[in-house]
């Protein structure tokens, strides 16, 4: 079974499968129920990512993607999740949601929770997510949920948060 990450009441980490995932990287729902909208093509590359791992196998289970859902009513609100497996201590993250439910808190909650889980593990001694200069929002979430910028390029910022 794959580890359920806990999350503040806001919202719920869904693990997706990888079968679930290849619905989703196909355009389906994953059998997910989300809000209008949804989902967004971060969690089409995410859950191609998990179904291509598991083609390949060398997907680990955990390691993969999460549904964000809404606490209150369930519904899918966007997707959070890792590129892969931890190498040499780091694990690099990703997420989007619904442009519908952006603004509500979702993804800080979804990424406070599904960091604390990765570096509660022995193999990881740091998660950090990557976003561009000019998306303010991502860069919020990053900043809230304890991740510090460590690296600027022209095109690309890496935000990271250690044990």
Do not use: Q
Not at 6 to 33: E, H, R, Y
Not at 42 to 54: H, M, Q, W, Y
Not at 63 to 74: C, E, N, Q, S
């Amino acid at each position: 079974m794959t580890p359920s990450p806990s999350a503040p009441s806001l919202v719920t980490l869904l693990p997706v499968t990888p079968a679930a995932a290849a619905n989703l990287a196909l355009g389906g729902t994953g059998g997910f129920d989300w809000i209008e909208g949804g989902p967004e093509g971060g969690t089409r590359i995410g859950a191609s990512l998990v179904a291509k791992s598991e083609g390949e196998g060398t997907y680990v289970p955990g390691w993969g993607i999460y549904v964000i859902a809404r606490a209150d009513d369930g519904r899918a609100v966007g997707a959070m999740g890792f590129h892969s497996a931890p190498v040499e201590g780091r694990v690099e993250i990703g997420y989007d949601v619904v442009t519908a439910a952006r603004g509500h808190g979702y993804a800080t909650a979804a990424l406070r929770a599904l960091t604390a889980w990765a570096l509660s593990k022995p193999d990881v001694t740091a998660v950090f997510a990557r976003t561009t200069p000019d998306n303010t929002a991502s860069r919020r979430v990053l900043e809230r949920a304890g991740f510090t910028l460590t690296a600027r390029e022209p095109e690309e910022l890496t935000y990271e948060r250690e044990c």
